[in-house]
T-cell receptor
């Protein structure tokens, strides 16, 4: 089945700097890649997603890139702010396996002010 | 409601007891998912409903776990003969259709003592 690996496990940046989180997936059939932000005691919140027919997508300070050949995708956050501090999860969806999302292990992002 | 609602938010039960966890999806969403999240890990898929039927239950760990969605809206996850290893946050998500973005509830934290 699908396996998603996420790096780094923790990331500390200075306020205003950029943060990059990378994920790799194993199943070339995956065609949908969302990113979720999870704050303490809350459920995951979708922040951006990308489908396999697109190489890059941006939404204000957040962007996601996808390299289908290499089977990896990345989250880029620019001009980081203290409120960006949270756990970020990448995921991949394998449609042929019933639409379930397979998640990475998460990245703890700390933005120091 | 505006989002996915899960009740209770916290549940403490004794080993061997039976528990039910409830999920109210976003109104009009046909797809509903249950995930389990252990401390420091990403959510792991349990079961997916399309309408009233379980389209994929491959993530249920054993036959102590069962879920229903009798009217295609509210879903209940049922766990029999609970074990300490069942302690985790149980997350519910819903999406408008099977290939649109999934929105998560805040989760139910289950503690088996």
């Amino acid at each position: 089945g699908e396996n998603v690996e996420q790096h780094p496990s923790t990331l500390s940046v200075q306020e205003g700097d950029s943060a990059v989180i990378k994920c790799t997936y194993s199943d070339s059939a995956s065609n949908y890649f969302p990113w979720y932000k999870q704050e303490l005691g809350k459920g995951p919140q979708l922040i951006i997603d990308i489908r396999s027919n697109v190489g890059e997508k941006k939404d204000q300070r957040i962007a996601v890139t996808l390299n289908k050949t290499a089977k990896h995708f990345s989250l880029h956050i620019t001009e980081t702010q203290p409120e960006d501090s949270a756990v970020y999860f990448c995921a991949a969806r394998v449609m042929e396996y019933g639409n379930k999302l397979v998640f990475g292990a998460g990245t703890i992002l700390r933005v120091k002010s | 409601g505006a989002g996915v609602s899960q009740t209770p938010s916290n549940k403490v039960t004794e080993k061997g007891k039976y528990v039910e966890l409830r999920c109210d999806p976003i109104s009009g969403h046909t797809a509903l998912y249950w995930y389990r999240q252990s401390l420091g890990q990403g959510p792991e898929f349990l079961i997916y409903f399309q309408g009233t039927g379980a389209a994929d239950d491959s993530g249920l760990p054993n036959d102590r776990f069962f879920a229903v969605r009798p009217e295609g809206s509210v879903s209940t996850l049922k766990i029999q003969r609970t074990e300490r290893g069942d302690s985790a946050v149980y997350l519910c998500a819903s999406s408008f259709t099977m290939d649109t973005e999934a929105f998560f509830g805040q989760g139910t934290r289950l503690t088996v003592v």
